[in-house]
């Protein structure tokens, strides 16, 4: 799959069945339902790219300093960018 047809996805009541977890989550999240992308990312904690999608996802919420743990948490460095950017970046990588 490549980014234009994730994108193109979100207009879908469900996320595509063979969407990973973390890719799910993301889905959600542009979807609005943070709430459901949170639970996703909080399935593995622990595993850095779950860690990674909780700290972006708290930084949405704004809450800059329990982002910040999940950021350390993943090995990874406060996003310097929009959460837009920061969403791409991340789907992009999952997607490979």
Do not use: C
Request: net charge negative.
């Amino acid at each position: 799959m490549t980014f234009d047809q994730f994108k193109a996805g979100l207009g879908q009541a469900q996320p595509p069945n063979e969407l990973p977890p973390l890719l799910q989550a993301l889905w959600y999240d542009a979807n609005g339902n943070w709430e459901q992308a949170h639970n996703i990312a909080q399935t593995r904690e622990g595993e850095k790219p779950y860690d990674r999608i909780h700290a972006y996802l708290h930084r949405k919420e704004g809450d800059r300093f329990n982002a910040n743990y999940w950021y350390r948490r993943a090995g990874a460095s406060f996003f310097d960018g929009t959460l837009d950017e920061e969403w791409a970046v991340l789907v992009k990588q999952l997607l490979g």
